[in-house]
């Protein structure tokens, strides 16, 4: 069953990148691709590496929820080993089960590691919207397309209150006795419990969320660079608005790694916009060359480190 279902995965990004390729100037792509600034595209990838390190140095910080004293190069050393694990997994979300795998096989407890990683996207996601309506707000007139507009602010506020809600809500009684339920079940509300717990340590919260902003910058930072490698002159606030909404659309589970579905929204987006459809595809696949290198990085580091990989 699941050789079917990434078999069908797969035949959904090959589909979205024919659709992209068929409707577009191959040759005018392949020049593209030879203009590129290679020094430009280079301090794209170091940002784009330096943002995992910020990542790693978050998930430090919500990990002393639980007083683990994990170092920042050993957990940035499992990011990069989730990067590598996150080319070939479902979603865009697959490299966080790779990195929480050897955490918590390292010997850090389960529930409570799983909730740190939780936490940590959800901070991920609510200062992705937060910066996403921040920069509709100062760039709305510039963007004329109704649908466009409506797409980045409904999600993120509807998200947003999505994690009010979830924050302010009380738990459930039956959270503080989880062994009377079955193990499966047990281990989803202690995990559950775990999450709530960091509503007693807002500062931890606060911290992770000003950290995930500035993971979020540098992340549209880099892609902004890897435009301006190829010549592209679309302003920097158009990428702080859209590039969230393609982050997000990039997590719906139908491709592995968001492949195929985060290269059409960019250039379904971008296009939209004004950008070039060559342009567009040419930028999302640098973006995809940056990915895989890291990864490739990712998977020498899980190569050499795999017998030091525990805590």
Same mark, same amino acid.
């Given at each position: ?92 979300? &697959? ?11 390292? &010997? ?15 901070? &991920?996601?609510?200062?992705?919207m937060v910066l996403a309506l921040l920069a509709m ?21 509807? &998200? ?54 500035l993971f979020q910058v540098i992340g549209i930072l ?27 659309? @990039?997590?719906?589970?139908? @491709? ?18 004004g950008m070039t459809r060559e342009v567009a595809i ?30």
């Open positions: 069953m699941k050789t079917i279902k990434t078999v069908i995965k797969l035949l959904f990004a090959f589909s979205v990148f024919y659709i992209l390729f068929s409707k577009a100037d191959i040759p005018l792509i392949k020049r593209l691709f030879h203009k590129t600034d290679l020094s430009v595209f280079l301090a794209a990838f170091l940002l784009f590496a330096a943002s995992h390190f910020i990542g790693a140095f978050r998930w430090q910080v919500l990990l002393r929820m639980w007083l683990y004293p994990v170092s920042l190069w050993h957990l940035s050393k499992l990011y990069l080993v989730g990067r590598f694990f996150g080319l070939f997994l479902p979603t865009a979300i &697959g490299g966080d089960i790779a990195r929480g795998y050897y955490l918590y096989g390292g &010997g850090a407890e389960k529930e409570k590691t799983i909730s740190s990683i939780l936490v940590e996207r959800i901070m &991920g996601f609510a200062s992705m707000l100062v760039g709305f007139r510039m963007i004329d397309n109704n649908m466009i507009r409506l797409s980045v602010i409904v999600p993120s506020i509807v &998200g947003l209150l999505t994690l009010y809600i979830f924050y302010s809500r009380q738990q459930p009684i039956f959270f503080t006795r989880p062994h009377f339920l079955g193990r499966k079940i047990a281990g989803l509300v202690e995990t559950t419990h775990c999450i709530h717990q960091y509503k007693t340590r807002p500062e931890l919260l606060a911290f992770a969320f000003l950290l995930s902003g880099s892609t902004y660079l890897i435009a301006l490698s190829i010549g592209c002159t679309v302003q920097f606030i158009h990428f702080l608005i859209l590039l969230p909404l393609v982050w997000m659309v @990039s997590m719906i589970p139908v @491709s592995i790694n968001g492949l195929g579905l985060k290269e059409g929204a960019f250039v379904f987006l971008f296009s939209s916009i040419t930028i999302s696949l640098l973006s995809l060359v940056q990915s895989i290198a890291l990864g490739v990085l990712g998977g020498f580091c899980f190569l050499f480190e795999r017998q030091k990989i525990s805590l």
